[in-house]
């Protein structure tokens, strides 16, 4: 491993796959499939291949959410993708999300069947599909949007940059982790400063922008995320805690954050869910 302070950068990049990351044996610089490999199909028409990491964990808490409402249309096949092993390559993959992230959603309610890729696309759609936790329109649907899409811009700093640089990178480098600790303690003073004078987000309604940002920011504050907590001084957003804690006890929540779990005890864990009697 080369010395980040005395790194001169090449005049082409080529690419190292054994970079020591923690992540080094998935990634890679080029798109496409790497295997043929069909996805399962349940009986639902709303089939989600995806894994429990706070961008699927936003779509099984609005699944929840909505079967909680009472909307027996959001019942749903959630099917494990295990991007740890490239699942995420295989071609049925591939075929509903071209970028080999998750969550992908396939909706075979549709002829032809839909395929809604990026988490926030994904809450986006369901919201409007089953007319709820978006507002329809005016001042509320413009707030509600711009913290969706807030969250959207902002966490790729906290867990591709603060995350990766303190919790995974193969050694520690105090340029990337100041650099991206005073960028995450940022946004969280963002959050705090709106949620002293709200009780959601966008004031006293609870809508998609709550549940986009709580499994990063919320869990950031009150969980595991990283182990980053007392670095991070977590306990000082005060108006962050207050909100998270108030998510955490909601029952669609609690469930939705089981969803595609692999890790931790196994109480905790819905590896697949295919109806409310999964849960036990």
């Not at 990491?53 to 993708?81: M, Q």
């Not at 990766?164 to 193969?170: G, L």
Request: proline share 6%; aromatic share 12%; charged share 20%.
């Amino acid at each position: 491993m080369t010395d980040s302070a005395a790194y001169t950068p090449p005049k082409v990049w080529t690419w190292n796959a054994d970079s020591g990351q923690a992540f080094a044996n998935i990634n890679r610089p080029i798109a496409g499939a790497t295997h043929d490999k069909e996805l399962p199909v349940g009986e639902h028409p709303l089939q989600l291949y995806s894994l429990g990491t706070p961008n699927g964990v936003k779509v099984t808490v609005l699944l929840e959410e909505l079967l909680a409402l009472g909307k027996s249309g959001a019942e749903y096949d959630a099917w494990l993708v295990n991007i740890l092993e490239g699942e995420q390559f295989g071609s049925g993959f591939v075929g509903i999300n071209p970028n080999s992230k998750i969550p992908a959603l396939l909706d075979r309610s549709t002829n032809p069947p839909t395929r809604v890729f990026e988490s926030a696309a994904i809450l986006m759609y369901l919201a409007e599909k089953f007319d709820a936790f978006l507002p329809k329109g005016g001042a509320a649907r413009a707030e509600c949007l711009s913290w969706l899409f807030w969250q959207m811009g902002s966490a790729p700093y906290l867990g591709g940059g603060f995350g990766h640089f303190y919790a995974y990178a193969p050694i520690k480098i105090e340029y990337a982790i100041n650099r991206f600790t005073m960028e995450a303690k940022r946004q969280l003073d963002v959050l705090n400063r709106n949620l002293a004078e709200r009780r959601y987000l966008i004031g006293d309604e609870y809508t998609i922008a709550d549940m986009a940002v709580w499994p990063w920011y919320g869990v950031l504050c009150t969980g595991d995320l990283y182990n980053g907590q007392e670095f991070l001084d977590v306990e000082s957003y005060t108006h962050v805690q207050r909100w998270a804690k108030e998510l955490e006890a909601r029952p669609a929540v609690q469930r939705g954050r089981r969803v595609n779990k692999t890790w931790g005890p196994e109480e905790e864990r819905v590896v697949e869910r295919h109806s409310a009697a999964d849960f036990g």
